[in-house]
Structures are given as structure tokens and as C-alpha cells.
């Protein structure tokens, strides 16, 4: 709107002030409709006030899986104190990274008084919190020569969940779990599924679990024991440190992992187990335990809002906060271990008492397709499995399980070849 006024007045004075430097008359004939142009359609802009307007916006899912769509409805009544007719433009806002595929954002066209009018359009979203702030209002009077511009706030929000995918079921074992019956063997005789030993009859014990081939042969009541099944404290920890991931075209093996801890924490969650998140990177989020499919929607929450940082606080792994783990669980690991300090704090967890189920994301296949079948590339790309071998191999022999994923291949197939999970054969 002042864009509208102050250049046409402008030039207006400019060809004032040339013709009368020149005393020309023709110029101060010329000088007069932009300068009349600018003063009329300020009384007008002084005089336009914009309709009053009620918009609601309306998005049909506030949480959704990364690269999926969301139609977004915009229901736009009009409210007048006079009876008039206007012009009128209303823009939705769009947040940033959204694409959209179908629809307009926006509308155009005359109002008058009582009328109402509808938009919609759908986006495409990547994995973030969204937020659709606000309206952009363009009013316009009736010859167009006027036009005032508001912002009509109006908040939605829509979380877009990294991806999941399913994965077999992962035997864990920690050295510690919790008293209530649950999916992990917990080491210990008792009731369960799976045979664990024998021992003497004891009065009060069920007559059904006597071993009556081993009374036959020692002439004494010996009954069976079964192994105990347990809920166990699982913690999943992402790596979010910048420096230890890279970047694979439009993404990073960062996104890789995050997809990858909220695939293990949903499994983890769905047979019943305690599962909690730390995200280390810019700040430790973390997201205390819980069970059900309420802590996966906080878990998968915190991943959607988690982006990789390169803060110095946080470039050693040694200060991940153990505190917050209880004695003797079950970690799950993603990292891509860059060097050897990071494998020196994996084994420092061994030695305190932690089952460790380590996630080692590369992108090796990728890195080499795009370099080319050259030489050189086939050279690095050895040199850099050899690496990444010895430090997994050092792990291993300190207990930890080490799921070696290429992040060209879905994670249920690196688990199944790393760790003995049939996924696929028994999904088929």
C-alpha cells in the first residue's frame, strides 16, 4: 500500500520539480495526475477498513508419518457494520518445508455483507513440528486504488512422526529386571514358558509340574522349573551429535537413526516392555519411561522435534548422563561410533552392568555409488569397512550385540542377518 502512494507521488514531485527548474509548463501539466492519483488514493486508504472477517482453519490429522499428506480446510464468514461490497484476498500461511500438491492456499474475489467462502488444499510435510501461524487479509476498495493488509492469527499444529518400520522380535537380556511379569527372561526358576531346571518337591507346589520319569529313576518327588518372564527398563539412546553423522543427498544417516529409535522403542513398547528416550546431542532430551501406546506417541514426539547439533558440551559421548538409566538395563545404542573414544564408552557401559544393543548406521553403498566404480573409491570404501569392522569387533568381545546397518537396507533385514531375527520368513 505505500508502494502504491509514495511512488507515484514521488514521481509526481519529480516532474514538479524538473518543470519548474525548466519554467516549463508542459512538465507542470504532466506533474499533476500522479500527484492526484497518490492524494486520492490516500483519502481512499484512509477511508478502507477491511471486513470484519471469521476464519477458521481445519486440518484433518494433528499427527502423521513424515512425507504423508494433510488437507487443510479454510471456512472464511464475513461480518460487515455497513453494507458494502469488497475485494478481498485471504493466504494461509504455510510452514516451512511444506510442499503443496494440491489445492490453493489462498482465495481471491468480491465479499459482501453475510457472505462465506471455503479453500482447501493438501501438503506434504517432512518429519518436524509444523505450525500454521496466521492469515495474510488484503482488502481492496472499489476502484482498486486503495488496499490494506492485515494478519489474522490463528495457530494449528501438526507433528509429523519419523518413519517406522516393524522388526522381529529382539531378544534381550539384562542382568536386572523389574517384578511384574513381562516378555524378558529374567534368569530365575519360577512360572513361564520356557523349561529352566529341577529341583526337590516342596508341599504346596502343583502336582502337575512333577518330573515323573526323573521320581521313576531316583525314587523322590522332583519337579520342573520354569524360567521367569519379566518386563525389563529399556532406554533407547540416539547419537544427534552432528559430527558423527553425513550427509546423504537431501538427508543424513541422522534421520536414519531416529527413524531406526522409534522402530525399536514402538517394538519395545508393543511386547511390553519399560521404554524410555535420550536424544544427545544440542540439549538431552529425555523422555522418562513408560509403557503403552501413550509413551510411544511421547517418544515419537520427541523424535519428530530432534535435530543433530555440533555443540561442544556434547562432542564427547562420556558425559551421557547414566544417572538417568537404572542399574543393570537393557541400552539400545544408535550411533556411528567416529572414532575410538566413542567405542571406549560403549565398553565402559559393559563394565557397568549394562546390556548393550548397539544400532551402527553407515552409508557406505551410498557413499560409493555416488563417488563411481573407480579405483580410488573402491579403496575408501574398503579402508572405511576395515575401520568400522575393528571397532565393532573390539566391541564384541565385551558383550555387545552390534547391528552393523547399512542404511540402504531396512533395519529389520540388518537385524535379521546380525542378530538371528527371522523377520521376513515368518512375515511372508
Known amino acids: 500500500m505505500q508502494r502504491r502512494l509514495f511512488l507515484p507521488m514521488g514521481i509526481g514531485l519529480a516532474i514538479l520539480i524538473l518543470?519548474?527548474?525548466?519554467?516549463?509548463?508542459?512538465?507542470?501539466?504532466?506533474?499533476?495526475?500522479?500527484?492526484?492519483?497518490?492524494?486520492?488514493?490516500?483519502?481512499?486508504?484512509?477511508?478502507?477498513?477491511?471486513?470484519?472477517?471469521?476464519?477458521?482453519?481445519?486440518?484433518?490429522?494433528?499427527?502423521?508419518?513424515?512425507?504423508e499428506e494433510v488437507k487443510v480446510t479454510v471456512d472464511v464468514s464475513s461480518t460487515f457494520g455497513t453494507t458494502g461490497r469488497y475485494f478481498i484476498s485471504v493466504i494461509d500461511t504455510l510452514p516451512g518445508g511444506a510442499q503443496l500438491v494440491d489445492g490453493e492456499n489462498q482465495f481471491l474475489g468480491p465479499f459482501v455483507q453475510g457472505q462465506s467462502a471455503q479453500f482447501s488444499y493438501r501438503v506434504v510435510l517432512p518429519r518436524g513440528k509444523h505450525v500454521f501461524k496466521e492469515?495474510?487479509?488484503?482488502?481492496?476498495?472499489?476502484?482498486?486504488?486503495?488496499?490494506?493488509?492485515?494478519?489474522?492469527?490463528?495457530?494449528?499444529?501438526?507433528?509429523?512422526?519419523?518413519?517406522?518400520?516393524?522388526?522381529?522380535?529382539?531378544?534381550?537380556?539384562?542382568?536386572?529386571?523389574?517384578?511384574?511379569?513381562?516378555?524378558?527372561?529374567?534368569?530365575?526358576?519360577?512360572?513361564?514358558?520356557?523349561?529352566?531346571?529341577?529341583?526337590?518337591?516342596?508341599?504346596?507346589?502343583?502336582i502337575r509340574r512333577v518330573n515323573w520319569r526323573a521320581y521313576a529313576r531316583q525314587d523322590t518327588l522332583i519337579v520342573n522349573e520354569y524360567e521367569l518372564e519379566r518386563l525389563a527398563d529399556v532406554n533407547v539412546i540416539v547419537d544427534a551429535r552432528l559430527q558423527a553423522h553425513c550427509r546423504l543427498g537431501a538427508e543424513t544417516t541422522f534421520d536414519h537413526s531416529l527413524r531406526a529409535a522409534g522402530s525399536l522403542a514402538s517394538h519395545f513398547l508393543r511386547v511390553g516392555n519399560i521404554v524410555g528416550l535420550l536424544?544427545?546431542?544440542?540439549?538431552?532430551?529425555?523422555?522418562?519411561?513408560?509403557?503403552?501406546?501413550r509413551q510411544e506417541r511421547k517418544i515419537l514426539d520427541a523424535l519428530a522435534t530432534s535435530y543433530a547439533a555440533d555443540k561442544e558440551v556434547f562432542e564427547d559421548l562420556r558425559k551421557v548422563p547414566t544417572r538417568l538409566f537404572p542399574a543393570q538395563s537393557q541400552l539400545v545404542f544408535i550411533s556411528p561410533l567416529t572414532d575410538e573414544d566413542d567405542v571406549e564408552v560403549i565398553a565402559l557401559l559393559i563394565d557397568q552392568g549394562y546390556s548393550i544393543l548397539l544400532v551402527c548406521p553407515h552409508a557406505t553403498t551410498w557413499e560409493a555409488e555416488q563417488i563411481g566404480p573407480?579405483?580410488?573409491?573402491?579403496?575408501?570404501?574398503?579402508?572405511?569397512?576395515?575401520?568400522?569392522?575393528?571397532?565393532?569387533?573390539?566391541?564384541?568381545?565385551?558383550?555387545?550385540?552390534?547391528?552393523?546397518?547399512?542404511?540402504?537396507?531396512?533395519?529389520?533385514?540388518?537385524?535379521?542377518?546380525?542378530?538371528?531375527?527371522?523377520?521376513?520368513?515368518?512375515?511372508?
Open 19 to 67: 518543470g519548474m527548474l525548466l519554467t516549463n509548463g508542459a512538465f507542470l501539466a504532466l506533474a499533476v495526475p500522479p500527484i492526484l492519483f497518490s492524494c486520492f488514493s490516500a483519502i481512499q486508504s484512509m477511508q478502507l477498513r477491511l471486513p470484519v472477517l471469521n476464519i477458521e482453519r481445519t486440518v484433518n490429522r494433528h499427527r502423521m508419518i513424515e512425507g
Open 135 to 206: 492469515f495474510v487479509v488484503t482488502g481492496w476498495s472499489r476502484w482498486g486504488l486503495a488496499s490494506r493488509m492485515e494478519s489474522v492469527a490463528h495457530e494449528s499444529i501438526v507433528i509429523a512422526h519419523p518413519k517406522t518400520d516393524p522388526v522381529g522380535a529382539i531378544t534381550i537380556r539384562p542382568r536386572r529386571t523389574r517384578a511384574f511379569a513381562g516378555p524378558v527372561k529374567a534368569n530365575q526358576g519360577g512360572q513361564g514358558l520356557d523349561f529352566f531346571g529341577c529341583r526337590s518337591y516342596v508341599p504346596g507346589d502343583d
Open 279 to 293: 536424544v544427545y546431542g544440542d540439549l538431552v532430551h529425555w523422555v522418562f519411561p513408560g509403557v503403552g501406546k
Open 374 to 428: 573407480t579405483p580410488s573409491a573402491q579403496l575408501a570404501t574398503r579402508m572405511a569397512n576395515l575401520r568400522r569392522s575393528l571397532f565393532l569387533d573390539s566391541l564384541v568381545r565385551t558383550g555387545t550385540r552390534i547391528v552393523n546397518w547399512d542404511v540402504s537396507e531396512p533395519l529389520a533385514l540388518a537385524i535379521e542377518r546380525d542378530l538371528g531375527v527371522s523377520f521376513f520368513r515368518r512375515h511372508v
